[in-house]
Each structure stands twice: as structure tokens, then as C-alpha cells.
């Protein structure tokens, strides 16, 4: 039987922490949950450990990418998923895309999800990632940012260290699809925080654009279409 490692990257998640843990335990085929606790500053840490899973503390803030590479020392299992803190309940559906790697199908497999259910920006930098997905790979991806990721142990040595910011996910599709790893993306209905058409969403957003492009030019030469 494969071994399985969970790990969730955190930063301020004291309100949906508890709740992904708790979704995710209730998995038997899960050999470990980590959590990471990106420099936060709230109590995310301290209700990871109240539910007696692993807790590794970065400080400072290292963003998701770093937080991911602080985990990777401590990983010794078959499989490993990546999943975001604030899924709560709808993190159980990380068995969806685990199974395909548990069963030897996949290398990667990448959880998509659902149509957004508010508004959120003009498609720019999803566009941006689908087509240097499609023009690396020659397939075809919905979700290309999305942060919930299982692998398998080979793979994973393969695209170490992590992008330390938004192009993360980005970064390690490219990569492992450029090594010939088989990647699949696994239909679920997961959902979490979502940014709007406001001041916070466009920031976060234009910061996330200007990230997928430095993966750009890092990982293909420049080339973005």
C-alpha cells in the first residue's frame, strides 16, 4: 500500500483550518496531514496542533510557494498532495485526485473546479497559464492555477524547489509535463475563497499576472503564448 502525506500551506486560515484538517482526516487512505504555517499571525498554527496533526512554522511570511518548499524536508511518503487551508469541508474531495496517482495512472493530477460562484477578474492570467500549458504539453486544463495538487515522490524531486509566489502551480505543471510526467486534471466541486471585482481582488490579481509571467520567462524562455 503507497503511503500518503497531506500537506496544507497556511497563512491566517484560524477560520477554515480547522474544518479542511478535519474534512481531510477523515480519509483512511491518508498516512499524514501537515500543515505549514506560513508566518501567520493568528491562531492557525495553534488549532493545526490542538488537532494533533504535524505543524511546521515559517517565519516570516515565505508565501505559498515557500511554504511548500519548507515542507519538502519532511516528506518521506509515496504521495504527496498540496491542498490550500481554506477548502474546509469540500477538502475531503482530495481523494478524487489522489486516486489516479494511488492507482498508477497519473504523476499529476490536478483537482479542477467549478465555474467561480461571484464575479472575479477578466480571465487574463488563467487565459495567460491555459495556453502555455496547452503549448508545453499539448493538453488541455481548466483549472491551471488551481492549488490543489496530487504526486507522486518521483515527481516531486523532479520540479523542487516551488516558485516561491503566485506561479507556484504554474511552475511545477510546466516542469513536470517538460520532464514527461503524465499530468490529468480530476473534475471536482470544490470551491474556496474567492476575490471579487474590487480594489483587494484586482491587486491580488495583478500581482498574480506579473508572477505567472516571471514563471513565463523562467520556465519557457519568455514565451507566453
Known sequence: MKSVTVVIPAFNEEGTIGETVQAVKKLNIIDKIMVVDDGSTDRTAEIADGLGVSVVKVHPNRGKGGAMNAAVEYLDTDIVAFIDGDLGACAEQVNLI????????????????????????????????????????????????????????????????????????????????????????????????????????????????????????????????
Not at 520540479?159 to 473534475?187: D, N
Open 98 to 225: 489522489l486516486k489516479p496517482v494511488i492507482l498508477g495512472e497519473a504523476d499529476l493530477a490536478i483537482a479542477a473546479f467549478p465555474p467561480a460562484r461571484k464575479k472575479g477578474g477578466f480571465g487574463l492570467v488563467k487565459g495567460t497559464a491555459r495556453r502555455a500549458i496547452q503549448k508545453v504539453g499539448q493538453i488541455e486544463v481548466t483549472s491551471p492555477l488551481s492549488g490543489q495538487r496530487a504526486m507522486t515522490r518521483e515527481l516531486l524531486k523532479a520540479v523542487i524547489p516551488f516558485h516561491e509566489a503566485y506561479g507556484v502551480e504554474l511552475g511545477m505543471t510546466i516542469r513536470a509535463l517538460k520532464k514527461g510526467f503524465r499530468v490529468v486534471e480530476v473534475p471536482t466541486t470544490m470551491y474556496h475563497k474567492e476575490t471579487g471585482r474590487d480594489l483587494k481582488g484586482f491587486i491580488h490579481r495583478g500581482r498574480q499576472f506579473f508572477d505567472v509571467l516571471r514563471v513565463l520567462k523562467e520556465e519557457t524562455g519568455g514565451n507566453k503564448t
